[in-house]
């Protein structure tokens, strides 16, 4: 098993110039590999900086190169995008979409499976310089939920529905599904999005639970079990990514597909406002620029 | 029209002796109330204190009798829990039961209808004691969603669920309405939850909707509304209640029917960890308790 897997890329010019970055202890060599490549993003004549992560849980080292890879490429496709004059937070974005897409992530294509064997997602974008944000939570059947939370912090700045009503920054459940496609966003079959891996997976959980179950019925209906009982599936695995444009904004995003074995209906973190990322330009008050993208863990601070 | 309904009741052994504080102007008002009732709970051998909300909206001036009422109800009904021994978390649950049960609040019963004439609800609590938090989005089909939101925080309370999976604190839409039915909670058609004011309300709406997307089109297509058009239909009419308990403890909770057509899955702040409501007791750390329960606007913070 190995440890987060994150991977930076500062531009100078040339695409391939995104320096690997394979952190051995999570914590300690994200922060440290931040603080050499960002403490002033503009000082060499660089103007953009990327940086994403492919889940902070445990993955299983035969698949390190994918989640390498991964990284890799999401971090190219945000920094094609800034290269192209994106902002940061279309850069971010893009950069989750290759995250999400990838059927070894956590993260829309072969996320994990909940207690129904459906999968529901989780996931929210934080724009620095408007400090809009737009989430969504438990979203079936659309295979970047990250495109909906860009879509609806892209719809509330364009200001208020008619009659006077304030657009949504936050949909759940089948509404979310419905309004994604109402604005062009494509549904996905939900069979089409689980994997070999999060079937099996899905499966090999199921009898676990089921077993665990049979054995407290028969003790004392002990129904709980005790902390020291991990949840093996990875919990945590979210994906995220953050981003500083040419012009100096930040951007954050996060997404997730969840707990194995969750309820129906629950919404994690990611989907949180102030929990799964936060983005946040310097200004007269911050003399810092802030961009975070949560996995239970601070990923990264960036400083203007 | 008038402003925010506040109610606070200070246990001194007989029931009746709530003090109706009706606020003038909502902040100030429930500040001081706040500051003069709970410097010290416990200074004159009273040791519950209770505030309850009924929606920091506007309105109709016609009904003002019944908020004040149901306030009064609700707050009666926290500190009959407390004398008989009830935590806080007990007791501002039993207040919101009251709140939301009351056809005139934007919460439970009679809330606002969204746009496609549903009903769908958010609420959480928070225990100052274990710092523990339960909250459902979106949930339709629910008399009384405070109730789902307290199970959730007492579910999570009791630990891991088998095979070492976490049990959820936020659950939303039809994953939140089974969660509840399959915990005891009964289900309520959603045709019962409608009254014939949240009906009307509707029909009102969707004609001004219509009506203002009409004139739209016939213009240059200016989809969006200035922001001055404000929402008429009651805002932020979220309502809340903080207690203290006899130990000292403290909790918060807050429901709410949410905006008048929102669309479906919307999830409000009422929802949000860390945004709807806040109970923290004094520690090592803290010198004060606080209790929040927000409505866009600080409710209350109750020193220890």
Chains 1, 2 share one sequence.
Not at 140 to 153: D, E, H, M, Y
Not at 192 to 216: C, D, H, Q
Request: hydrophobic fraction near 35%; include cysteine; charge should be positive.
């Amino acid at each position: 098993m190995i440890g987060l897997s994150n991977y930076a890329g500062v531009m100078e010019g040339v695409m391939n110039s995104a320096e690997e970055q394979q952190a051995s202890s999570p914590l300690t060599n994200s922060w440290s590999n931040k603080q050499e490549s960002s403490e002033n993003p503009k000082s060499n004549g660089v103007g953009g900086f990327v940086l994403v992560h492919a889940g902070a849980g445990y993955h299983s080292e035969s698949k390190a190169k994918e989640y390498k890879h991964v990284c890799k490429r999401a971090c190219q496709r945000a920094v094609a995008q800034l290269k192209a004059g994106a902002l940061a937070v279309e850069a971010v974005a893009a950069a989750l979409v290759e995250l999400e897409d990838s059927p070894f992530t956590n993260a829309g294509m072969g996320s994990n499976l909940n207690l129904s064997g459906e999968i529901e997602c989780d996931a929210s974008i934080m724009d620095g310089k408007s400090l809009h944000y737009g989430a969504v939570g438990a979203i079936s059947g659309i295979k970047n939920p990250v495109l909906v939370a860009n879509r609806l912090l892209n719809e509330a700045q364009k200001g208020k529905l008619s009659a006077g009503r304030i657009p949504p920054c936050f949909l759940v459940g089948r509404g979310a599904h419905d309004w994604a496609v109402s604005h062009g966003i494509p549904s996905c079959p939900s069979e089409k999005m689980a994997t070999k891996f999060s079937l099996s997976a899905y499966k090999r959980n199921k009898r676990k639970m089921e077993l665990a179950e049979t054995m407290e019925t028969g003790q004392t209906k002990k129904r709980r079990q005790s902390s020291e009982n991990g949840n093996s599936s990875g919990c945590l695995d979210t994906v995220g990514a953050v981003v500083v444009d040419l012009e100096g904004n930040v951007a954050a995003a996060v997404s997730s597909g969840g707990l194995a074995m969750k309820h129906s209906g629950r919404v994690g973190q990611a989907a949180h406002y102030g929990c799964g990322c936060w983005a946040e330009n310097a200004c007269n008050m911050n003399t810092y620029s802030t961009a975070v993208s949560t996995s239970g863990i601070r990923l990264c601070t960036l400083h203007k």
